[in-house]
């Protein structure tokens, strides 16, 4: 079951590039917003900055930003956990534009559905974009998957969005991620032949 991590941590470096530089981002960027306020004002996910004053950074920036040790620790965890065997089958280029990619859309579709005056921080959306990629899997590549991942991925699915309808949950970010990892699902598994199973 790939899900459960049993390498060392340098086998984790050496096996998964793109994770353990995201991870290290998050890290980075945590240390560096609990130090300085204006940076950590700058990285904020802003939907005012963004329209009127064309601060389109702020569309990519959130997927690197979390501002609580929690918050930090649970999508750092999940990435890791979830990650890996994505990164194994698409390759590490087409993870890392797959992973920015339905993380950008859920910012985006948050600036639109959103009040302007909402802030948001965290990889969340690029997460559930992943278990929408897994969703794709699922319903349409279930021969890649076998059936103790296929229960984790379900379970893991049906919680998430669940625990999306609370207070403080950019909910457009979790539902518009797993729409995009979904969508994306077709185009990033046309041509794959299937050499390893989840």
Not at 17 to 42: G, Q
Not at 101 to 116: H, K, Y
Not at 163 to 171: C, D, H, Q, S, V
């Amino acid at each position: 079951m790939f899900f459960v991590r049993t390498e060392s941590f340098k086998q984790f470096l050496k096996f998964y590039p793109v994770i353990s530089t995201l991870v290290a981002i998050h890290i980075i960027v945590f240390m560096i917003s609990s130090l300085s306020m204006p940076f950590r004002e700058l990285i904020v996910g802003s939907n005012l900055p963004i329209l009127l004053d064309q601060q389109y950074w702020r569309l990519v920036t959130p997927i690197f930003t979390h501002f609580e040790p929690m918050h930090l620790l649970f999508n750092t965890f999940s990435l890791i956990i979830f990650g890996p065997a994505l990164e194994v089958m698409l390759g590490r280029i087409k993870f890392i534009l797959a992973y920015l990619a339905v993380g950008i859309m859920a910012n985006v579709v948050t600036l639109f559905l959103a009040e302007m005056t909402y802030a948001h921080v965290g990889a969340s959306g690029a997460i559930f974009g992943l278990f929408g990629i897994y969703l794709f899997l699922l319903l349409m590549r279930p021969e890649l998957i076998d059936a103790n991942s296929r229960q984790i991925i379900i379970v893991i699915i049906i919680v998430g969005v669940v625990l999306t309808f609370r207070p403080g949950i950019n909910i457009y970010a979790h539902i518009f991620g797993l729409i995009g990892g979904l969508a994306l699902g077709p185009i990033l598994f046309a041509r794959y032949k299937g050499h390893f199973r989840i």
